[in-house]
């Protein structure tokens, strides 16, 4: 019960971190935002939890959904309050901060250690990624993303009432993560595991996101609500 209660407490943290970041810097808050998101989720996904549910009893899962979705509000965002082009920037930000990120670890990991480092193994441990998780975080990324942007702007124009934000950030963040899911894990895990636990993967994982996407549907409002003098 405890990762439950913990699990909530984390997502208002990084709601209201969120909210912090962009009443304070704006515009450069979000881009910041996404550039260390990407780094965080690949750092999180390392860590296994099990999350206590009351139907099933708990499923196994690893952590990163929340800082990962966090990236399509940034988003999100961008496209609401300062266009496609503000938004498709920010993609390209955080696709480099995670490929930067990716190359300079693995060149820090081929170091070879000192007899005494206590470092390594941990350092190989968090960034020592297979090739295919690097590979499908990499992929999701980059479609997923961009789709989300170019969906979130289709229905900008379809339905274009501020009161239809909620149409615009679910219609898009909900198809983009489901695409995000897709890719990543028959990238990352189709060759590893068996269809079934295959499938289970992939089912947890999207329906995670789902619920943080939809849980963050008010924070959004809130954040768009904001005067925010830029430079």
């Known amino acids: 019960m405890f990762n439950l209660v913990w699990g909530i407490l984390f997502l208002l943290v990084h709601f209201g971190l969120f909210l912090l970041c962009y009443r304070l810097f704006g515009k450069k808050g979000l881009y910041s935002w996404i ?3 990407t780094v965080l989720a690949n750092i ?5 939890i099990e ?3 009351l139907v099933t009893g708990g499923i196994v899962m690893t952590l990163g959904n929340t800082i990962y ?3 399509y509000m940034s988003t999100d965002l961008l496209n609401e309050k300062y266009g496609t082009q503000a938004a498709r920037q ?3 930000f955080g696709f480099f901060s995670m490929l930067a990120s990716l190359v300079i670890m693995q060149m820090t990991l081929a170091f070879v250690p000192q007899e005494g480092d206590l470092a390594q193994e941990s350092l190989q441990t968090i960034f020592g990624l297979l090739p295919q998780i690097a590979a499908g975080s990499l992929c999701a990324y980059f479609v997923s993303q961009f789709l989300d942007v170019r969906v979130f702007a289709y229905l900008k124009r379809k339905f274009p009432v501020p009161n239809q934000f909620w149409i615009r950030i679910n219609g898009s963040t909900l198809l ?3 695409v995000d899911s897709l890719v990543f894990c028959t990238i990352a895990f189709a060759t590893e595991y068996p269809f079934d636990i295959w499938l289970q993967i ?3 994982t999207y329906l995670f996101k789902m619920i943080i996407s939809i849980a ?3 924070v959004l409002y809130w954040a768009r609500s904001f005067k925010i003098k830029e430079d």
Do not use: E, Y
């Open 176 to 178: 983009s993560q489901l």
């Open 216 to 218: 963050s549907t008010p």
């Open 51 to 53: 999350m206590p549910l």
């Open 90 to 92: 920010a993609v390209w």
């Open 44 to 48: 999180q996904v390392t860590k296994t």
């Open 69 to 71: 979705t966090s990236i």
């Open 202 to 204: 992939f089912i947890t």
């Open 35 to 37: 550039g260390f998101a």
